[in-house]
């Protein structure tokens, strides 16, 4: 009985590190990814994407025509929570905000000068896995 109870335990404690390591793989790869797009003259040109564009992820979309190497399991949680631009809970593990906040992305008046990406960790829940974008 208590053996078992320790060896569940165990076991759920290395379950929890293990997609708490995914999740800073997802978010390192996406900022790197993000990154690389802000660098290219021809496809963000010095800007990020807003939100809508990062997970506009239909064969013609944004995320196939600028982020060539990207995998759209990255922005895909353990809990197939899709990334989002709400507080990084257990429920919806990923962050996406841009700076300024009301950016339209890549075009438009008001383009996106930074991002903050957020996981959350299962392991300490109250500290958030936190990238910034180089340029904010």
Do not use: M
Request: charged residues 15%.
């Amino acid at each position: 009985g208590i053996l078992a109870v320790l060896i569940l335990s165990s076991l759920q404690t290395v379950q929890s590190k293990s997609r708490d390591a995914t999740r800073r793989t997802d978010i390192d790869n996406t900022a790197t990814a993000l990154e690389t797009c802000y660098n290219d003259k021809n496809k963000c040109s010095g800007t990020y994407p807003s939100v809508i564009q990062l997970t506009d992820t239909s064969p013609t979309g944004f995320v196939a025509t600028n982020l060539p190497s990207f995998n759209n399991d990255w922005l895909v949680d353990s809990s197939a929570g899709v990334i989002q631009g709400g507080n990084a809970t257990a429920a919806t593990q990923y962050q996406y905000i841009t700076t300024p906040q009301s950016c339209t992305g890549t075009g438009g008046d008001t383009p996106c000068t930074g991002f903050t990406l957020r996981a959350y960790q299962e392991t300490n829940p109250d500290h958030p896995y936190v990238k910034e974008s180089f340029n904010k």
